[in-house]
């Protein structure tokens, strides 16, 4: 089954997402970039209180959140904008990891209360946001708006002083740090990989 968009652009749509949702199995899964398995050891230093309250944005189908719950961080808060996948991960992970959570949200406006979390983590969705077409050197305002509205509500919701925002993308800084660079926080940002780099954002309240 083809369930790849005609366009790159359709990633940052909510109709592409909820079509693909709806075609794919059940048991699905899709991982952007790397999977836990090949991150778990920064992760793990990054989150080093596995009862930490962590917020995954833009779940999709990934096993992200699913590996690491077995790898003990139970308090997972899972949203997406697409109502289809966020009832399907309902069914998948209800009865085998009860104590996740999963919400149909936007990240440019998340429904939590302020300093609700330790963590947030990103890992694809600021992208499918900037895959409108235009000059990358300069994005289409309409991508600097959203990509700016996801930031600056992940850092309303992290605890103040002590949250951590964990964006994992393949941009590079040059394209990224625009959006990440935030009066009051701190941006470091790690090169992973070989022959292809993946750049691993960490942005402290």
């Known amino acids: 089954m083809d369930i790849l968009p005609e366009s790159n652009d359709q990633y940052g749509t909510k109709q592409?997402?909820?079509q693909r949702y709806a075609r794919e199995a059940d048991d699905a899964s899709f991982d952007w970039f790397k999977s836990y398995s090949e991150i778990s050891d920064i992760l793990?230093?990054?989150?080093?209180?596995?009862?930490?309250?962590i917020l995954m944005l833009?779940?999709?189908?990934?096993?992200l959140s699913e590996d690491m719950y077995d790898d003990g961080y139970h308090n997972i808060v899972n949203t997406?904008?697409?109502?289809?996948?966020?009832?399907?991960?309902?069914?998948?992970?209800?009865?085998?990891r009860p104590q996740m959570e999963w919400h149909e949200m936007d990240v440019r406006d998340l429904k939590f209360d302020d300093s609700s979390f330790d963590v947030a983590i990103d890992k694809g969705t600021m992208d499918a946001m900037?895959?409108?077409?235009?000059?990358?050197?300069n994005p289409p305002q309409q991508?600097?708006?959203?990509?700016?509205?996801?930031?600056?509500?992940?850092?309303?919701?992290?605890?103040?002083?002590?949250?951590?925002?964990?964006?994992?993308?393949?941009?590079?800084?040059h394209?990224?740090?625009?959006?990440?660079?935030?009066?009051?926080?701190?941006?470091?940002?790690?090169?992973?990989g070989e022959a292809f780099h993946y750049y691993l954002y960490i942005l402290r309240t």
Request: net charge positive.
């Open 16 to 18: 592409y997402w909820n």
């Open 44 to 53: 793990r230093s990054l989150i080093p209180d596995k009862r930490s309250r």
């Open 58 to 63: 833009g779940c999709g189908n990934s096993k």
């Open 80 to 96: 997406d904008y697409s109502s289809i996948i966020v009832e399907k991960m309902k069914q998948r992970h209800g009865d085998a």
């Open 130 to 137: 900037m895959t409108a077409k235009g000059d990358i050197w």
């Open 143 to 173: 991508v600097v708006e959203d990509c700016t509205k996801e930031v600056s509500e992940v850092i309303r919701t992290l605890r103040k002083e002590m949250g951590v925002f964990i964006y994992l993308t393949f941009g590079q800084p």
């Open 175 to 192: 394209f990224r740090k625009r959006y990440l660079t935030v009066p009051g926080t701190k941006l470091e940002i790690r090169e992973l």
